[in-house]
């Protein structure tokens, strides 16, 4: 009777003693084939939120306001030399990478500090949205293939319950379905976790957006503002 033929002795055990693992591992067996291609998404999900995590909130990030006060403390005083070795000095990021640019192109006037600035954007904004789109994509998947597998655990119990025995029917069909729903819960686990990793990231991933934007006006006004007394390193060509 296929997956019918195991439910009696299941409904039969008990469940005491058992550890949250022995209860995720039997649950796994019973949700059957479809729990596969939801594993697949789940490794997915964890190695794309662990890389994002660690990128957005770690290799990517710096204190914005600590960096733009040493900056503005050079650009103040008119040492554009210095400005450029504070930047240059500072984690490799998509705002210091955007600023240098920026800053390099000073002598060139304000409108080539713009172009730099918005050409390093350009550069810079892939890596910072770069796979934080691909949890979303896996968050449908694996809801999608849980209720694939519940649907076809759900045509195996309808399709078996017809040649059991009579007496037996309401126990095999409650316990079938009861089984088959693991599919869609592991489904549902995997999809929410998916989603809320993507929420979190793509509220990062805008909020750097948002002061890189930020920065770049903020520096070019600044710029222009102290143009006049900026002292232009002769060796500005060398600094890119």
């Known amino acids: 009777m296929g997956l019918l033929g195991s439910l009696l002795p299941v409904l039969a055990a008990s469940d005491a003693g058992e550890g949250v693992f022995g209860t995720l591992a039997r649950r796994w067996e019973e949700g059957g084939f479809g729990m596969y291609p939801i594993a697949a998404c789940g490794v997915f999900v964890i190695a794309i939120a662990v890389d994002r995590y660690m990128v957005l909130f770690g290799k990517a990030s710096i204190d914005k306001e600590a960096f733009l006060r040493g900056l503005k403390k050079h650009i103040y005083a008119g040492d554009l030399d210095k400005a450029i070795s504070f930047v240059a000095g500072q984690k490799r990021t ?53 209720l694939l597998g519940t649907i076809y655990g759900l045509i195996e119990v309808f399709g078996g319950v ?14 079938g379905i009861a089984h088959v729903m693991n599919c869609t819960g592991f489904g549902l686990i995997v999809a929410i976790t998916a989603l809320l990793s993507y929420s979190i990231l793509q509220g990062r991933t805008q909020h750097m957006l948002d002061d890189i934007n930020e920065t770049s006006v903020g520096l070019l006004n600044l710029v222009v503002a102290n143009k006049d007394k900026m002292k232009i390193p002769a060796n500005i060509e060398n600094l890119d």
Not at 102 to 109: E, H, Q
Not at 125 to 146: D, H, Q, V, W
Not at 162 to 175: F, Q, R, T, V
């Open 162 to 175: 017809g040649a059991a025995n009579p007496a037996d029917k309401a126990a095999l069909l409650s316990a």
């Open 94 to 146: 998509p705002l210091t990478a955007v600023v240098k640019a920026g800053l390099i192109n000073v002598p060139k006037g304000p409108e080539e500090v713009q172009a730099a600035m918005d050409e390093a954007m350009l550069r810079e904004a892939p890596r910072i949205e770069k796979r934080t789109a691909y949890l979303a994509m896996f968050s449908n998947a694996a809801m999608l293939f849980g």
